[in-house]
């Protein structure tokens, strides 16, 4: 294609938008629309899904070493767990430290009414296990890393919060997947909204293609401006949605940092910071739009191009 | 140039629209293809503009097989004919001049060649000083002249016109025929459908006959005076 044919091709199809402005600007307004709740969609999905990270973190698998263990076993079984995969920190805590942290709490407890309750259970005598405090990465892959960690040597038993993570891993993927679902639904919406307006154009014109077919213009040729149509829908639509969405998020951020409401400012410091998910949104919507854009107008002509 | 071998085309509900043709027309002839209404013309020039496809046989266009021909090369095989219809098929909201320029724009020339060559044509058809006029604003003869400025454009080495003259004057059916004779001599292959049978008459050129959707007759200057005589003739 030469400079002066895409040029021509261009001016045609702004020129389409132009005439059509009526269609056009129910066509962008509806786009928007999908756009705006598909990235509150996303949003969401994506601050749930940080929320329960963030939760899955914070649940330890606990690892206890046999209560005769040594030193030099307890060592030894770090550098086993050390090993496993979707492990990311290993916190050790010997019998001496977990004596220590127990008479700690006993001593702060009830006004101190049961201090020295533990005196006498040091060394020989210390009941208490020594214990790896694990963190796990994947918690959808918590039950096969529990099991090799049970059979690492000198290891008693192992403690996990396998419930809790399955009900984390299972709000994720709902999240995740409702997420999809709406995604995919007001895409089909916004491919039918814009082929629809696309077709009055084609249909105006429809005289003009059938002669550009009889003067021997290629198909991708006829089609080009009716795509330029769609994809500057398309392209508007984005830029819309993106200035919609990025300030409501904005300000909801502010909202959750200064409204002095105090659970919502608990949770505050598990959003995604903005500077994380602009350029997601906004490369997600000029991506969404044009390519949504671009199939709608794509639907629309085929049925003229078939001469 | 044009060729026709056992062409059979039926169509969806089994309306049988032509029936064994075979004809060949040569590079640089003049040649009308006259019919009733209802005798197969249109499926003719269908077949050939690859509008429509043959049932059974071949159509070779400028060295294009139709029956083979890949749906990457149909513009291409199509900007080597030149095509005047008898609604004109002119763009209303476009100057004589853009309506011209419109099929080499449309098939992605450049403009400082369209410049050139759009002048040049409108020249040839005798409408220069017509450029800037919208088709409405012109008379049927007119508008046909800016149909045939279109298809001449393109330089190509057939023109096919469609009953061109069957929307205009008579007087002015005799201007776009002279017109289509001199495109002619200078050696490009014309061929007239029409139902016309006193213009076919008028310029002695070979005339092929179809009815009910066989080639009937194919004569060589001396143009029958009915289709029955045609069909004496054919015997």
Redesign the interface.
């Known amino acids: 294609?030469?400079l002066?044919?895409l040029k021509?091709l261009s001016r045609q199809g702004v020129h389409n938008l132009v005439k059509n402005r009526l269609m056009s600007v129910a066509s962008v307004g509806v786009l928007t629309a999908c756009l705006v709740i598909t990235g509150i969609a996303a949003l969401l999905s994506a601050n749930v899904a940080s929320f329960v990270d963030y939760l899955g973190a914070q649940n330890k698998v606990i690892v206890y070493l046999q209560l005769d263990a040594t030193e030099e076993q307890a060592q030894a079984a770090y550098a086993e767990v050390k090993q496993i995969p979707n492990i990311t920190e290993i916190k050790y805590t010997s019998k001496e430290d977990a004596l220590n942290q127990t008479k700690e709490w006993i001593s702060g407890y009830d006004s101190g009414a049961y201090a020295g309750v533990l005196d006498g259970y040091e060394g020989e005598n210390n009941p208490l296990y020594a214990s790896f405090a694990v963190t796990v990465t994947d918690l959808t892959q918590i039950s096969t890393t529990v099991s090799q960690l049970s059979k690492v040597t000198s290891v008693d038993f192992v403690d996990s919060p396998s419930e809790l993570a399955s009900t984390l891993v299972a709000l994720k993927q709902t999240v995740m997947v409702a997420g999809w679902g709406l995604v995919a639904v007001l895409a089909l919406v916004a491919v039918v909204v814009i082929s629809n307006t696309i077709r009055l154009t084609v249909f105006a014109r429809r005289?003009?293609i059938?002669?550009?077919?009889?003067?021997?213009?290629?198909?991708s040729?006829?089609r080009m401006p009716f795509w330029i149509e769609g994809t500057l829908i398309g392209a508007i639509s984005a830029v819309l949605a993106f200035g919609v969405v990025s300030g409501a998020y904005v300000w909801v951020l502010k909202l959750a940092s200064t409204s002095g409401i105090s659970w919502l400012q608990s949770i505050y410091f598990t959003f995604l910071p903005y500077n994380a998910v602009w350029m997601y949104l906004l490369g997600g919507f000029v991506g969404a739009g044009i390519v949504l854009g671009g199939i709608g107008s794509c639907l629309s002509i085929r049925k003229y191009l078939k001469? | 140039m044009i060729e026709f071998k056992n062409v059979k085309k039926v169509y969806p509900g089994g309306n049988v629209a032509l029936h064994d043709v075979s004809l060949k027309i040569d590079k640089g002839e003049f040649v009308f293809v006259l019919g009733h209404s209802g005798a197969g013309k249109s499926t003719f020039l269908k077949l050939i503009l690859h509008e429509e496809e043959a049932t059974e046989g071949s159509v070779i266009v400028n060295d294009y097989d139709l029956s083979a021909i890949k749906n990457r090369d149909i513009p291409y095989m199509r900007r080597s004919l030149g095509v005047v219809f008898q609604d004109f098929r002119l763009i209303p909201t476009m100057t004589a001049y853009d309506n011209v320029a419109f099929a080499m724009r449309v098939t992605n020339t450049p403009e400082k060649e369209i410049r050139k060559r759009v002048p040049y044509v409108l020249g040839l058809v005798g409408l220069a000083e017509k450029a800037r006029s919208y088709p409405p604003e012109l008379s049927g003869g007119e508008q046909q002249r800016i149909s045939l400025a279109r298809a001449l454009v393109h330089s190509p080495p057939i023109i096919i016109a469609d009953e061109p003259t069957g929307n205009i004057d008579p007087e002015l059916s005799v201007e776009i025929m002279e017109l289509l004779t001199a495109i002619n001599k200078v050696g490009v292959t014309v061929v007239v459908v029409t139902h016309e049978q006193d213009l076919a008459a008028r310029f002695h050129k070979r005339t092929i006959y179809i009815d009910k959707g066989q080639v009937i007759a194919d004569t060589q200057g001396d143009t029958l005076s009915s289709p029955s005589h045609a069909m004496e003739v054919a015997k």
């Open positions: 294609m030469n002066s044919g021509y005289k003009e059938n002669i550009m077919k009889f003067v021997g213009a290629t198909n040729f006829i001469v």
